[in-house]
């Protein structure tokens, strides 16, 4: 079997963690097996120690691409935005929407493994890495404008559009689902 090259290596590495990011959010790091991982990125597992130390290490750098992710939607939004305007009210309406509550697998990481990162020990990599998220996440949401520029308020915030996004997917009830992104796009001062 011919070996790759190292950019061919980093490649497959890339994509496996991309896909990793992306089941992560969908189903739980602890619902994905390396075999899962390595077959969504169109690889054999036998190649994984190649590319990682452990699950761990690939979940701790699947939840960082995933929050690095969300943070560059928020700079390009904050770029974007019109002299005078924020982005603020655009991310609020991206982020309370239906297409981001039927997608977790491109979503939110916050949204999608706050349980996991909860019921992880403290100190433990992914509680770590989730931390770190969150910290640059509420970051990028107070450089969008509008009130959230405070960081209380972002905090604040941040933690309604969680909830929200959490409370929504969790909701078997297809009206209290929508009923809970509306009350919180309306309690944020956002059109629906």
Do not use: N
Not at 26 to 45: C, F, I, N, R, W
Not at 157 to 185: C, H, K, N, W, Y
């Amino acid at each position: 079997m011919p070996r790759v090259s190292r950019a061919e290596a980093q490649q497959h590495r890339q994509q496996v963690i991309d896909h990793t990011s992306r089941l992560i959010r969908e189903k739980g790091a602890d619902q994905v097996s390396v075999p899962q991982a390595m077959a969504a990125a169109g690889l054999t597992h036998g190649g994984f120690y190649r590319h990682f130390s452990s699950k761990d290490d690939l979940v701790v750098q699947a939840l960082q691409a995933a929050f690095t992710e969300r943070r560059e939607a928020m700079d390009r939004l904050a770029e974007a935005a019109p002299s005078g305007q924020s982005g603020r009210a655009e991310f609020l309406a991206r982020y309370l929407s239906d297409l981001h509550r039927d997608t977790p697998g491109g979503g939110c990481a916050a949204a999608a493994l706050a349980a996991d990162a909860a019921r992880a020990e403290p100190g433990t990599p992914i509680r770590t890495a989730f931390t770190e998220g969150l910290r640059d996440l509420v970051d990028g949401f107070r450089q969008l404008g509008g009130d959230a520029d405070d960081r209380g308020t972002a905090l604040a915030e941040l933690s309604s559009l969680v909830g929200a996004i959490l409370l929504a997917r969790a909701s078997d009830d297809p009206d209290l689902s929508q009923e809970i992104l509306t009350a919180t796009r309306r309690h944020l001062d956002t059109p629906d």
